[in-house]
């Protein structure tokens, strides 16, 4: 008989950087028994002298265990911060989730946990979840749809976290009769929707057919109407880079003080020279399962 292995105290875990691969963390913390010092994604991860590191292997199985037990004891509201925490960039956001899924899983009024604000395992969480909404607010404001050939809508962003997953579903109710692709260039994450459901694919590029025809003209257009509605006596650049955040101008066409928006801030005709790049065809648009 195999002795069980023993439970190590100095521990790290690392992940995948999903929130798959992080729930899966959370649960084999439980089941191996051990209380990791830090839980963090496998691309960020800077071990602690002397610290031992377990690599977890994403299970979509686990982590889907671990989130209906987070349902069943804290609630969908819970359950949407630990989601939304996920999909940050901080370096300490796995071991701000799992923190918080230890003291909610343990407290006494364990639906109440999200709400308590003050203490040390959820303050940090609440604060991760309403930073990713903000960023996923100011996504669903400044986000520039252009029309390429084929009726094929197509938006390009550079999110401080990684917010598409929590955009796809808000476009698609909108656009639902048109198929549309929002690419993260910072995170290499493609959201792609076909009329009737949505995908995210991981890609490092994205190969895009051509421009339709009247989209110069429409960007034109709409650049002349930012500028007729704007007051000349009430310009205040300051007042406009504090609602609008000057790291999203160089994906709005009216914020192109060139003028010419024929080129706009990125080349849509790059060659994929990625094999994980996405070849975005103007006669079919890729299938998309929600």
Known sequence: MIAAEEPLSHVAYVYDGTPE????????????????????????????????????ESDAKLAERVKRGLVRTTGKAGFNAVL?????????????????????????????????????????????????????????????????????????????????????????ARFNDVPFMIYDEAHRIAGIYDGSGWQLVQADEVNL????ADEQMMQQ????????????????????????PKRFWKHMPEMDERGDTSTGAYSLNTPSRSKAGIKLSSAAPPSCQK
């Open 221 to 244: 257009a709409w650049k002349r109407f930012y500028d007729a509605v704007s007051v000349d006596a009430r310009y205040h650049p300051e007042l406009r880079r504090q609602f609008m």
């Open 84 to 172: 939304h925490a996920a999909l940050s960039d901080d370096a300490q956001a796995g071991t701000i989730v799992y923190r918080f899924i230890r003291y909610a899983m343990r407290a006494d009024a364990r639906r109440a946990a999200i709400g308590e604000i003050a203490h040390p395992a959820v303050a940090p969480l609440v604060a991760l979840d309403r930073s990713i909404m903000n960023e996923r607010h100011y996504l669903q404001q400044f986000l520039r749809f252009e029309r390429l050939e084929g009726n094929v809508w197509f938006a390009r962003c550079s999110p401080k976290a990684s917010v598409v997953p929590l955009l796809m579903g808000w476009f698609s």
């Open 209 to 212: 057919p051509e421009k339709a």
């Open 21 to 56: 691969g992080l729930l899966t963390a959370v649960f084999q913390a439980y089941a191996n028994h051990e209380d990791p010092e830090d839980i963090a994604r496998e691309s960020s991860f800077q071990p602690r002298l002397g610290q031992s590191v377990r690599t977890i």
